[in-house]
């Protein structure tokens, strides 16, 4: 481990990954090499780069030709040979204008109509989430906060339901012990985690106005305008503007200051010049206590409070490895300028689950429970050569050691059916390795469960092998050993390196630089004492560098003994390793609108009528009760479904408005209700399924059942369907 | 109403009082009238003023006793007088420690061992709740923070029961609106809701050292102190300082600085004099976004959320009233120096609702469920004349106006049930008005529920009728209209008052002052104006007092006409009143705790075992399953019925660990684990019971749905202990 801590020093700043924030926090990674970089474009399209060239020969070819024109004209030439002369400009223009317009499509993403219909649909879900009150910009009525948002009635209910399936998915099923401690934390707690040195983005001032804006924004927003918008750019600088995009995450507040000098970037809303940039720490700052002499901050993660807590929690367990610790709670980040709506906010729910494991033992016992899982994964190798994630076994995936260990693999198993049981499209969501230089140094390995909406690929959980780096901060800084023991079953019997200077020959030959010498010899691991003592028996003497004297020394055979001596132990003591799920629970929910909503006409055909797929799980409301007209003896029996459908535990709603029925539907069709019954009669009743429409005729006293049973999972709505006579509404919709 | 507003510029601050702090933020109270407060002390009681009386006396009659043997001493008096004088001494003295002990019991709340039995019962709470982590010390390893504590995982499942209960309980069964927003607030949302001017505590620091103190809790431990422990002091003193009590929840900064001084009350660790006293703001500030320009607050209550959302859930309830908002959520309160344990907290969870209300109809639609609860309440009367709190009928509490309106009641009943249902005992919780001077100016009514623990009458809920004050604060300063519209079903012809003055005589009359004249004209009321108007008619002319001229001026006939008009309405706009029950979930939690704890003697008689009576709703686990001894065949009876529990949606745990039976479910008991199943027979299992400790045997494939059917509320523990054959465990215990 010790060589990795010398590149601590050098690593960039946390938080200044774009895609992978939610664990960008500890991502100190370091860019060593970086043309493998994971953003390196792949070779630039033939066709792009060619037809840049084409345009280029084409745009200088105009340019003479038109000189060609004037100069005949001012020549007075005859009228036959300059009219020649105008018709070949104008099939040149053509010419360009056509390249150009192969060009524009090629650069905006392979066709610009894709970006537009993404952007429309966006704004269709938009329209409906914040209509019917899914989520409200918060204070809107003050004008509102940037990056904060309110989850209105149904958004609550929602949010509401993923946290409890959460907690039974994860807490309840797998054992795991919850936790829920404060948002205000302490300084010196995000001081041993990192937070307070290294959570920040780098950001410029506009030198005039005093606005501030993330620098990394500006120059990537200035590389995608200037690569889409400016054709006549050259290929050269094209490809350089593309590698600029993809290494932009790892340039240092320096890389970055120069080229937005190099390339005059300026104030967008002033054109004023900006400022060098420097880091902004993202985290909330708060002083505890009356002092002003207490630093707290709001906490930018809830996993420290279950780091700080391990000791109890280990106790807790019966002094037994491996367990998992939960929690979901609120996380603060003080974005500087925020953008992408509700996918990037100053304070959102994590929920977060540290598995504590003995690093020799990564197996998991239930792991044979998602061996057989296949899915959409995209292993770094396959992202480095330019290609496609791809569906893989997870079995396959940890044997050929894509995935590092079983309990890594198990948690992206639990993971995807947590996702996909909420409603996310499998189709749309992919696993994501880490590359070399995203990933924390002393990560064993990470992956991001990414879904795919109109944003692109959004990280919505990260899952990651942390190795034992968060324990080892917290013990060092607090002095209280975060560790764990293994008893033998009987004593071991273990050999013991052991390294003897003899200080009076060491003395005699390094005189004040004795004290460095010894210390060197004393920090050898065990094949480096092995290795000197073979050579000091066969030589008499060997080289050695000391780090501390930046220099070799001459070591004899006569300055030290190296020996390996037996030891019985009856335990081994250990800092465990963290395997860590890490969910954002605002993404998750956004990306499941996306995935859920869909349009259809309505009945006369003349408007689009919005639709939520939400499986009953997710749904905020199971089912709606509409008597058809407004009649007592209806209200009645709408009453009695309501009271069996309250003992079944199934949330609903009556709605007794007298708005037809298919106003109804729909209404109810925009909060995603899966079932109405509709009470048409005093007998029977009509239960409509929302995708389908498809509507049954049930016994007034079986519908609660009915609807239950399909909420619950113990029936589907195609055996429903099949069980029971079916209903034609003439004037639905 | 807008007589009241005058009075707010001499408001206290907020957040002053001791006991009623869950609403205190916004209890703007006045004290008018120091002799009618709620703390008045009753008469002293006759015991205690004539034992002062008694001690004072006594005290001088040894003090002269002595003196007299002195003197007979120094006249070398005869031996015998000497030893008559000593003898009368030694009598009075042993006089003097009996009125001293006498005095002592009941200085120290009636008996000196009441308050031993206390702090020995509550330390045995805490000592359980925290060696099984139901709460850990946040931040421990670092020596942990004042007012900051987590929720381990027995804690957070009790908290998570609690808050599922509350939603099902209030949300879904009343059909609320449930939001949640951010904590972070922008400054100009508190300082619409008074928070940045008036949430303040008075500080004094330690003049050499800085160290922070509450001005309050000094003088109020001085004059405890004093009484408990200074028995010489006169019974005027004792007076003095036990109204001092009863009245510096309302005192100012000067008055507490006086007092201060007049005491001589130093600082208690250093001894150092001490500042004035100044208010310190208790919110948590920091700063949106980067550029220091934004202040903004930890939010220190969720209420304010839905306020500024007010209009967009009205529209979502389709426009109509009444209905309720809902949100549970984080609140923070930077408290100068916690005390009280889990009880005053710098961070907490708040469950608060907002009923919105027509104020002119303060009914409530399911009035009647509640109208035939009784149980202890303690209306302002009792208070104030020293009587204490007693049974009442809910339905006679609201038509004798006890309680102001319908829906406070229907509240109040609701609240009464939650708390019962978690397991709150009855007999120690009571609903206590607030006094007139504890509440806030524009307050119709408030009830605190209070329930009693170690510490004393804790607020645990409080709900307050708090009229249209907050959403009238909003509208002013946001300018966004947050109102009601109620549309008449026919128009209503409505007699507007019209006052009209005529400019120029007034003029004429009064010059400079006319136009002071003309407003306070023009904002006579209707009776006001009527009563005008006919003195007017009969008399000519009326003297008229003008506040802002601060003196009568005389009106006349010809300088105003005031009429009454008819005019055709067709709605009418309003701001609607807000009844909120706010509920402090941690206090819950701590009072549920303390009263769900008993011990009883092991079975060998050799140590005490601890209990928590949880009722099932609320206990962190529902049921164990244990075998008996290690052996493969009891573990697979255990999974099968691990699986039917789970199935059932019954958190539970296997311990398979080799301890003994008893002191397995003594481990339970202590989690406060309602059922245990042993197996101990491949065919059929015992179950216990956890408080009676009865056995049962039944059939294996029966034991899940047994425990459901318990937990559930379907059938009792006495009706299945008559259904199935007993068994009595010799080695239990």
Redesign the interface.
């Known amino acids: 481990m010790r060589s990795f801590f010398t590149i601590i020093t050098s690593s960039t700043s946390i938080g200044h990954h774009l895609f992978s924030r939610l664990s960008s926090r500890r991502s100190h990674s370091v860019s060593l090499n970086l043309t493998l970089n994971r953003h390196t474009p792949p070779p630039m399209a033939a066709t792009e780069e060619s037809l840049r060239r084409n345009l280029a020969e084409m745009l200088s070819a105009v340019d003479s030709q038109g000189s060609s024109v004037r100069a005949l004209k001012a020549s007075k030439a005859p009228k036959t040979e300059i009219d020649a002369a105008i018709e070949a400009l104008n099939r040149l223009k053509l010419e360009k204008s056509s390249i150009e317009r192969q060009l524009q499509s090629i650069v905006s993403g392979n066709g610009a109509d894709n970006s537009v219909t993404r952007e429309a649909f966006r704004q269709a879900v938009a329209n409906t989430l914040e209509r019917r009150?899914f989520y409200?910009p918060?204070?809107?009525?003050?004008r509102g906060?940037?990056g904060?948002?309110?989850?209105?009635?149904p958004?609550?209910?929602v949010?509401?339901n993923v946290l409890s399936f959460w907690?039974q998915h994860f807490v309840?099923?797998e054992?795991m012990?919850?936790?829920?401690?404060?948002?205000?934390?302490?300084e010196?707690?995000l001081k041993a985690s990192g937070h307070v040195d290294k959570f920040t983005d780098l950001?410029v001032k506009d030198e005039k106005t005093?606005?501030?804006y993330r620098a990394d924004h500006l120059l990537k927003d200035f590389c995608k305008d200037k690569l889409e918008k400016d054709l006549s750019i050259s290929a050269e600088k094209a490809a350089e503007l593309k590698q600029v995009l993809a290494t932009l995450d790892d340039f240092s507040a320096e890389e970055l200051g120069a080229k937005i000098k190099e390339y005059g970037i300026i104030a967008p809303d002033t054109k004023n010049p900006l400022s060098d940039p420097y880091p902004?720490n993202l985290m909330?700052?708060?002083?505890?206590?009356?002092?002003g002499?207490?630093p707290?901050y709001?906490r930018p993660e809830t996993a420290q409070?279950i780091f700080?807590?391990f000791?109890?929690?280990y106790y807790?367990n019966?002094n037994k490895l491996p367990f998992a610790a939960a929690q979901i709670g609120?996380a603060?980040r003080?974005?500087?300028?925020p953008r992408q709506g509700l996918l990037r906010v100053?304070?959102f729910t994590l929920a977060e689950i540290e598995h504590f494991v003995d690093p020799e033992d990564k197996s998991h016992p239930k792991y044979s429970e998602v061996v057989n899982l296949e899915f959409l994964m995209f292993p770094r190798e396959e992202q480095m050569s330019g290609q496609s994630a791809r569906n893989i076994p997870l079995g396959e995936a940890v044997s050929k050691g894509i995935v590092n260990n079983q309990t890594l693999g198990y948690f992206i198993g639990r993971v995807y059916l947590f996702l996909t049981r909420l409603g996310i499209d499998k189709k749309r969501m992919r696993f994501r390795q880490h590359l070399a230089n995203e990933m924390a140094h002393y990560a064993a390995d990470c992956w991001d469960a990414e879904i795919e909406c109109s944003y692109g690929w959004i990280e919505c959980v990260g899952i990651a092998d942390r190795s034992a780096f968060d324990l080892k901060a917290?013990t060092d800084?607090?002095g209280?050993a975060?560790v764990a023991q293994e008893k033998f079953l009987e004593p071991k019997e273990l050999e013991e390196l052991v390294i003897v200077p003899v200080k009076k020959e060491l003395g005699l030959a390094f005189r004040g630089n004795q004290k460095n010498v010894v210390e060197a010899l004393e920090a050898m691991n065990e094949k480096e004492a092995m290795d000197m003592k073979a050579e000091l028996e066969s030589k008499g003497e060997v080289e050695f560098y000391v780090c501390t004297l930046e220099k070799n020394v001459c070591i004899k055979k006569n300055m030290l003994s190296i020996s390996k001596e037996k030891k019985k132990v009856h335990h081994r003591v250990f800092t465990p390793s963290v395997i860590e799920p890490s969910f954002g629970i605002g993404r998750i929910i956004y990306c499941l609108y996306e995935h859920s909503f869909y349009t259809r006409p309505s009945k006369a055909g003349d408007e689009q009528l919005n639709v939520f797929r939400f499986p009953p799980l997710v749904a905020p409301i199971k089912c709606t009760v509409f008597p058809l007209v407004q009649c007592q003896k209806y209200d009645e029996v709408a009453k009695v479904i309501s009271k069996s459908l309250?003992v079944a535990g199934i949330?609903h709603?009556i709605d007794i408005?007298g708005t037809s029925i298919g106003k109804r539907y729909a209404r109810t069709d925009e909060l995603g209700v899966p079932f109405a019954i509709t009470v048409d009669k005093t007998s029977s009743v009509t239960i409509r399924e929302r995708d389908s429409k498809d509507q049954i005729r049930v016994n007034v006293d079986e519908a609660a059942s009915v609807v239950n049973a399909v909420i619950d999972g113990q029936r589907t709505w195609e055996d429903i369907w099949s069980s029971y006579p079916h209903h034609s509404e003439e004037c639905e919709e």
Chains 1, 2 share one sequence.
Not at 138 to 142: A, D, E, H, L, Q
Not at 177 to 186: A, F, W
């Open positions: 009150l409200i918060s204070f809107k009525i003050y906060v940037a904060l948002y309110d989850y209105g009635p958004g609550c209910a949010k509401s907690r309840l099923e054992d012990l919850e936790v829920d401690c404060p948002c205000v934390t302490p010196v707690v950001m005093g606005t501030c902004f909330f700052q708060t002083s505890i206590g009356p002092s002499l207490t707290g709001m409070g700080v807590n000791k109890d929690l807790y019966g609120q603060f003080n974005e500087i300028s100053r304070e917290h800084r607090s209280v975060l309250k949330s709603k408005t």
